[in-house]
């Protein structure tokens, strides 16, 4: 089952960079959004997946149960689902902050801070 | 957005909300739960009383300046962190005294540091652009 | 000198050389002495030093040279701005050098050689106000560190050669990597670097450049220090590389020329500090002859010459700066009957201009003697260019006496005044006069035991040298010092014809610094051609050249691992059930809607729906912590977008790329998928090692006295990680304010300007 979502990150993946390499700056911003989501279930299925038995140990065992899933890309994954919201809210507010500054949203136009000097 | 119905049950749903953060935040060490959950939780409930009534509002009942929530988080995660070097044990090491221990106290850290730092934004946000 | 603070300063920078000096001779025992200290020991870099017969000559020449030039430059730069700084530099400089002739492991050397260059930077570009001073800086620091570049390869090949960086242990290995393949290439590089420091022909320009410097830097870098480093290198590797052919053919054509080509270029001078400067390549020239020639005399000969150039060039440069500060010029025609308020000078300049042409008993004379025994010995070639080479020396000593002391009073002559109030003005000087001949004439059975012979032993471990004496009475070489004397007493008196047909004659021919300059012209036209290519200001290009590079790297590593059968492709298991499809399937439409979209308002629909599945995903496979974050986080992250996009409603008309370039996006954004795709399919089809995710669970009730075992990775196990990420959330959070407030911050700053005009 890990090949099926081996073909969906990279689809995602696809989508993402095809989104970043656009014109439009709120469009690479969700482009990033697709990729940050497609990386992270990325480690999540180099990790191995697990139906149904999550890494919690029952109150009256010392161990978790037999065939429990790998919970170390879980806090991992979950650190850098926080992280990347915080950096995703910078940059969304940097690329609000340039729409404003500079009038377009076309960050082709967006040259000002490059030739000003 | 000013519904009277969404401004009276937003008040009883933040304070509900609030409420099942902590006790997502306590029971976080032994089943799903945890800071960050807690905190975003936490922020969420806060976001539903802004749209309810203001930014000022929310300011108000926090009292304190998110970013003082922020910087008062990190500085208990910290603080966590440093017990254990007064008892001769490596920085962050978990130290247990019946059921409360130092990890509890780093996780109530990271969940003052994820609300005093999205509040913050979120707030921002909201009185720039409005 | 009225601040206390800057007379204690200038007062430990004149000391601490002779401190230095002091300990070097208290610590010294032949044949050597060690320093050990464990550095980097897994790169096998350890802070060792070495005294021995080679460094104790060059570290003592460095100290003790060091400390009469602290003294005389307390004088000389008395008015001066900065001159707290400058003593500063001077000290840094001298114990950059000390450290390169006392290290014992090649990598601490070649660190010490780029902090000469560095220092020597700061020493040359001193006057920092003038252009040339920054200009010439600049070329000496090029030249000497891009020459240090190679030589750091050079040294790298050689460690790997001897299988060890230390110093000693690679000298008593003596001749045997001659078979080495990288033997050659090695030598090469080493000697780039030599030459380069040294100012050997074709590199010789920055030297006279490097005159841009206040005096008392002139000489002590191009007497006893900063030019000798490539001495001192060629002298060590001389037990490695001697035997070999290359080795003496390039040494000794390199040196032999250098010597004399400077030597005509000192000749053309009419700068007194110039002429000093070009004669300094000429010694150097020399002193790689001596080395490239290698034998018993050869060395012997270096190591008098050494030490001979060391004492008269420091001496002549400070006399030459005295000469200076009376007149204000250093131009001889302008120069006339010093002699009167030069006193001193004056006698400090006749010994060690009579030691500089090699006049008995100077230790001059004492160095060329063996400087001809040892080029007799390989015909007439050598010993005959450096005959011309020391005429020339000749003609420039009486030149450098006649002219500004003796000559009688002229029209065109500068005014002077007497400045030899200051004893430290002509103390230091009269003491390198005074050493020029007491070493040769009373010390040198003990410059003999203390230097020559350890050093000798370092340089030429089979051979012994023979004893070193002033007379030896009437040979073949004093025959030749005779006629170098003559020679150069023919030149002075032809010089005023022949100078301006040696100028005619040199004018067509291109000059270093031209040379130079054309090379360096051409780096700045590369340089900002490709800043053109790639810094060309289209954001979208920058993004479009990353994932090139990106997919470049990915796709070389997976194209390697496909082609050659690293891992064998896994085979296909499908072990699904329909939700597993039915969530695959809504998260590609859900993508392809967002890149489909029109209207931000439906993306940010599809980006939401995306997050929602990608929480189902988690769910679905074990993972409720990270999905309940997944859930709130995009719950959040909508909220967020939703606000900003509300004010941002005017700006869904920017146009889209061209059709092609959108094929070429596509292109790279699928080879992006499809390696990503293929990397991940490969990760896990190779077997996990589970140690630490089940060591975690091992323990995580026992010593983490927790049942969530991914909580108590984030706040036991892992919790350093976790309190670092808070931070950088926090700062995010600080940062996004900052970026809102920007424009508040922006208004009050040009209200409050538009108040203040």
């Given at each position: 089952m890990e090949f099926l979502w081996c073909l969906v990150v990279g689809l995602m993946t696809a989508c993402g960079v095809f989104l970043m390499l656009e014109r439009h700056i709120v469009r690479f911003l969700f482009g990033m959004i697709l990729v940050s989501n497609a990386i992270n279930l990325a480690i999540f299925v180099a990790g191995r997946l697990t139906r149904g038995n999550p890494p919690l140990i029952a109150s009256d065992a010392l161990l978790p149960a037999?065939?429990?899933?790998?919970p170390l890309p879980q806090a991992l994954i979950l650190t850098a689902i926080v992280i990347g919201f915080g950096l995703l809210l910078f940059t969304l507010l940097l690329a609000y902050r340039a729409i404003k500054e500079?009038?377009?949203?076309d960050m082709d136009k967006m040259q000002h801070a490059e030739t000003e000097q | 957005m000013s519904s009277i119905i969404f401004r009276t049950s937003a008040h009883i749903v933040t304070v509900l909300m609030l409420v099942f953060s902590v006790y997502l935040l306590l029971r976080g060490h032994n089943n799903p739960g945890g800071g960050f959950i807690a905190g975003l939780i936490a922020v969420i409930a806060f976001a539903l009383l802004m749209l309810a009534e203001t930014t000022d509002y929310v300011r108000q009942r926090l009292v304190y300046s998110p970013a003082a929530f922020a910087g008062s988080g990190i500085l208990i995660a910290l603080l966590a962190g440093l017990l254990p070097l007064f008892f001769g044990?490596?920085?962050?090491s978990g130290l247990w005294w019946g059921k409360i221990g130092s990890p509890l106290l780093f996780d109530i850290g990271i969940y003052l540091a994820v609300i005093g730092s999205v509040l913050m934004v979120l707030l921002n946000v909201e009185e720039e652009l409005s | 000198m009225q601040n206390p603070i800057l007379k204690l300063w200038l007062a430990f920078c004149t000391l601490l050389p002779l401190g230095i000096f002091l300990l070097i001779g208290a610590s010294y025992k032949p044949p050597e002495s060690l320093f050990y200290w464990s550095w980097i020991p897994s790169l096998d870099i350890n802070f060792s030093l070495r005294l021995d017969g080679l460094s104790v000559l060059f570290a003592s020449l460095i100290s003790g040279v060091g400390f009469l030039i602290q003294l005389y430059a307390v004088a000389y730069m008395k008015p001066y701005k900065g001159r707290a700084a400058f003593h500063l530099y001077l000290t840094l400089f001298m114990l950059a050098m000390l450290g390169l002739v006392l290290a014992d492991n090649l990598l601490l050397l070649f660190v010490f050689w780029e902090l000469t260059t560095l220092t020597s930077y700061l020493l040359i570009g001193f006057n920092h106000e003038k252009e040339i001073s920054r200009k010439n800086a600049l070329q000496a620091m090029l030249v000497t560190g891009s020459g240090g570049l190679a030589m750091l390869a050079g040294l790298i090949m050689l460690g790997e050669m001897a299988g060890t960086y230390s110093i000693s242990a690679i000298i008593t290995q003596g001749t045997s990597l001659v078979q080495h393949s990288w033997f050659t290439p090695s030598l090469l590089l080493i000697l780039l670097g030599a030459f380069t420091k040294s100012a050997q022909f074709p590199f010789h320009f920055w030297l006279p450049g490097a005159?841009?410097?206040p005096t008392p830097v002139s000489a002590y870098l191009h007497s006893s220090t900063m030019v000798k480093a490539g001495i001192y290198l060629l002298a060590r590797m001389l037990p490695v590389y001697g035997d070999s052919a290359l080795w003496f053919t390039l040494l000794c054509s390199a040196g032999a020329f250098t010597a004399l080509w400077c030597a005509i270029q000192a000749y053309r001078q009419t700068d007194l500090k110039l002429m000093l400067a070009f004669s300094t390549n000429v010694i150097l020239g020399q002193l790689v002859m001596l080395i490239g020639i290698g034998s018993s005399y050869a060395v012997t000969a270096a190591l008098l010459l050494i030490a001979a150039h060391s004492f008269y060039k420091a001496g002549l440069f400070m006399v030459v700066g005295n000469i200076d500060k009376a007149t204000g010029t250093r131009e001889y025609h302008e120069l006339a009957g010093l002699r009167a308020v030069l006193t001193i000078s004056f006698i400090a300049a006749l010994v060690t201009a009579a030691s500089k042409a090699g006049l008995p008993p100077s230790f001059g004379f004492l160095s060329k003697e063996y400087l001809y025994k040892a080029g007799l010995e390989f015909g007439w070639l050598l010993s005959g260019s450096m005959l011309l080479a020391n005429a020339i020396m000749v003609a420039l000593g009486l030149l450098i006496i006649i002219k500004?002391?003796?000559?009688p009073h002229h029209e065109k002559a500068a005014p002077m005044k007497a400045i030899e109030h200051n004893q430290l003005l002509w103390i230091p000087p009269i003491v390198l006069a005074l050493l020029s001949v007491v070493v040769p004439v009373a010390l040198l059975n003990w410059y003999q035991g203390l230097v020559i012979d350890p050093a000798a032993a370092v340089m030429l471990p089979d051979t012994q040298v023979k004893t070193v004496k002033l007379w030896e009475g009437f040979n073949l070489p004093l025959l030749l010092s005779a006629l170098t004397l003559i020679l150069g007493i023919v030149l002075y008196v032809v010089y005023p014809r022949l100078k301006p047909r040696l100028d005619q004659l040199m004018s067509g021919l291109p000059s270093g610094p031209g040379v130079y300059q054309h090379i360096l012209n051409a780096v700045i036209k590369l340089a900002n051609w490709q800043t053109r290519i790639l810094q060309h200001g289209h954001l979208t290009q920058y993004s479009l050249q990353f994932f090139i590079v990106l997919l470049a790297f990915l796709g070389t590593a997976l194209w390697k691992i496909v082609l050659w059968q690293v891992h064998p492709l896994p085979s296909i298991e499908l072990d699904l059930y329909y939700y597993d499809i039915i969530l695959a399937a809504f998260l590609v439409i859900a993508a392809f809607v967002v890149v489909k979209a029109r209207t931000l308002l439906l993306a940010v629909a599809a980006l939401g729906t995306i997050g929602f599945l990608t929480t189902m995903v988690f769910l679905v496979y074990s993972a409720p912590d990270v999905a309940k974050t997944q859930l709130l986080v995009e719950t959040l992250m909508v909220v967020f977008i939703a606000i900003v996009l509300r004010h941002l409603s005017a700006v869904n008309s920017v146009p889209r790329h061209s059709t092609s370039r959108r094929l070429v996006h596509a292109c790279v954004a699928i080879g992006i998928g499809v390696s990503i795709s293929l990397a991940l399919w490969i990760i896990t089809a190779t077997p996990m090692n589970q140690e630490i995710s089940e060591f975690y669970a091992q323990t995580s009730v026992s010593g983490g006295k927790g049942r969530n075992i991914v909580n108590v990775i984030l706040v036991d196990f892992r919790a350093f990680d976790t309190l670092g990420e808070a931070v950088v959330v926090v700062i995010a959070g600080l940062a996004a304010v900052a970026v809102m407030a920007g424009k508040r911050i922006n208004k009050l700053v040009s209200e409050s300007t538009r108040e203040n005009r």
């Amino acid at each position: 089952m890990e090949f099926l979502w081996c073909l969906v990150v990279g689809l995602m993946t696809a989508c993402g960079v095809f989104l970043m390499l656009e014109r439009h700056i709120v469009r690479f911003l969700f482009g990033m959004i697709l990729v940050s989501n497609a990386i992270n279930l990325a480690i999540f299925v180099a990790g191995r997946l697990t139906r149904g038995n999550p890494p919690l140990i029952a109150s009256d065992a010392l161990l978790p149960a037999a065939g429990y899933a790998n919970p170390l890309p879980q806090a991992l994954i979950l650190t850098a689902i926080v992280i990347g919201f915080g950096l995703l809210l910078f940059t969304l507010l940097l690329a609000y902050r340039a729409i404003k500054e500079l009038g377009t949203a076309d960050m082709d136009k967006m040259q000002h801070a490059e030739t000003e000097q | 957005m000013s519904s009277i119905i969404f401004r009276t049950s937003a008040h009883i749903v933040t304070v509900l909300m609030l409420v099942f953060s902590v006790y997502l935040l306590l029971r976080g060490h032994n089943n799903p739960g945890g800071g960050f959950i807690a905190g975003l939780i936490a922020v969420i409930a806060f976001a539903l009383l802004m749209l309810a009534e203001t930014t000022d509002y929310v300011r108000q009942r926090l009292v304190y300046s998110p970013a003082a929530f922020a910087g008062s988080g990190i500085l208990i995660a910290l603080l966590a962190g440093l017990l254990p070097l007064f008892f001769g044990q490596p920085f962050l090491s978990g130290l247990w005294w019946g059921k409360i221990g130092s990890p509890l106290l780093f996780d109530i850290g990271i969940y003052l540091a994820v609300i005093g730092s999205v509040l913050m934004v979120l707030l921002n946000v909201e009185e720039e652009l409005s | 000198m009225q601040n206390p603070i800057l007379k204690l300063w200038l007062a430990f920078c004149t000391l601490l050389p002779l401190g230095i000096f002091l300990l070097i001779g208290a610590s010294y025992k032949p044949p050597e002495s060690l320093f050990y200290w464990s550095w980097i020991p897994s790169l096998d870099i350890n802070f060792s030093l070495r005294l021995d017969g080679l460094s104790v000559l060059f570290a003592s020449l460095i100290s003790g040279v060091g400390f009469l030039i602290q003294l005389y430059a307390v004088a000389y730069m008395k008015p001066y701005k900065g001159r707290a700084a400058f003593h500063l530099y001077l000290t840094l400089f001298m114990l950059a050098m000390l450290g390169l002739v006392l290290a014992d492991n090649l990598l601490l050397l070649f660190v010490f050689w780029e902090l000469t260059t560095l220092t020597s930077y700061l020493l040359i570009g001193f006057n920092h106000e003038k252009e040339i001073s920054r200009k010439n800086a600049l070329q000496a620091m090029l030249v000497t560190g891009s020459g240090g570049l190679a030589m750091l390869a050079g040294l790298i090949m050689l460690g790997e050669m001897a299988g060890t960086y230390s110093i000693s242990a690679i000298i008593t290995q003596g001749t045997s990597l001659v078979q080495h393949s990288w033997f050659t290439p090695s030598l090469l590089l080493i000697l780039l670097g030599a030459f380069t420091k040294s100012a050997q022909f074709p590199f010789h320009f920055w030297l006279p450049g490097a005159m841009a410097a206040p005096t008392p830097v002139s000489a002590y870098l191009h007497s006893s220090t900063m030019v000798k480093a490539g001495i001192y290198l060629l002298a060590r590797m001389l037990p490695v590389y001697g035997d070999s052919a290359l080795w003496f053919t390039l040494l000794c054509s390199a040196g032999a020329f250098t010597a004399l080509w400077c030597a005509i270029q000192a000749y053309r001078q009419t700068d007194l500090k110039l002429m000093l400067a070009f004669s300094t390549n000429v010694i150097l020239g020399q002193l790689v002859m001596l080395i490239g020639i290698g034998s018993s005399y050869a060395v012997t000969a270096a190591l008098l010459l050494i030490a001979a150039h060391s004492f008269y060039k420091a001496g002549l440069f400070m006399v030459v700066g005295n000469i200076d500060k009376a007149t204000g010029t250093r131009e001889y025609h302008e120069l006339a009957g010093l002699r009167a308020v030069l006193t001193i000078s004056f006698i400090a300049a006749l010994v060690t201009a009579a030691s500089k042409a090699g006049l008995p008993p100077s230790f001059g004379f004492l160095s060329k003697e063996y400087l001809y025994k040892a080029g007799l010995e390989f015909g007439w070639l050598l010993s005959g260019s450096m005959l011309l080479a020391n005429a020339i020396m000749v003609a420039l000593g009486l030149l450098i006496i006649i002219k500004p002391f003796l000559s009688p009073h002229h029209e065109k002559a500068a005014p002077m005044k007497a400045i030899e109030h200051n004893q430290l003005l002509w103390i230091p000087p009269i003491v390198l006069a005074l050493l020029s001949v007491v070493v040769p004439v009373a010390l040198l059975n003990w410059y003999q035991g203390l230097v020559i012979d350890p050093a000798a032993a370092v340089m030429l471990p089979d051979t012994q040298v023979k004893t070193v004496k002033l007379w030896e009475g009437f040979n073949l070489p004093l025959l030749l010092s005779a006629l170098t004397l003559i020679l150069g007493i023919v030149l002075y008196v032809v010089y005023p014809r022949l100078k301006p047909r040696l100028d005619q004659l040199m004018s067509g021919l291109p000059s270093g610094p031209g040379v130079y300059q054309h090379i360096l012209n051409a780096v700045i036209k590369l340089a900002n051609w490709q800043t053109r290519i790639l810094q060309h200001g289209h954001l979208t290009q920058y993004s479009l050249q990353f994932f090139i590079v990106l997919l470049a790297f990915l796709g070389t590593a997976l194209w390697k691992i496909v082609l050659w059968q690293v891992h064998p492709l896994p085979s296909i298991e499908l072990d699904l059930y329909y939700y597993d499809i039915i969530l695959a399937a809504f998260l590609v439409i859900a993508a392809f809607v967002v890149v489909k979209a029109r209207t931000l308002l439906l993306a940010v629909a599809a980006l939401g729906t995306i997050g929602f599945l990608t929480t189902m995903v988690f769910l679905v496979y074990s993972a409720p912590d990270v999905a309940k974050t997944q859930l709130l986080v995009e719950t959040l992250m909508v909220v967020f977008i939703a606000i900003v996009l509300r004010h941002l409603s005017a700006v869904n008309s920017v146009p889209r790329h061209s059709t092609s370039r959108r094929l070429v996006h596509a292109c790279v954004a699928i080879g992006i998928g499809v390696s990503i795709s293929l990397a991940l399919w490969i990760i896990t089809a190779t077997p996990m090692n589970q140690e630490i995710s089940e060591f975690y669970a091992q323990t995580s009730v026992s010593g983490g006295k927790g049942r969530n075992i991914v909580n108590v990775i984030l706040v036991d196990f892992r919790a350093f990680d976790t309190l670092g990420e808070a931070v950088v959330v926090v700062i995010a959070g600080l940062a996004a304010v900052a970026v809102m407030a920007g424009k508040r911050i922006n208004k009050l700053v040009s209200e409050s300007t538009r108040e203040n005009r």
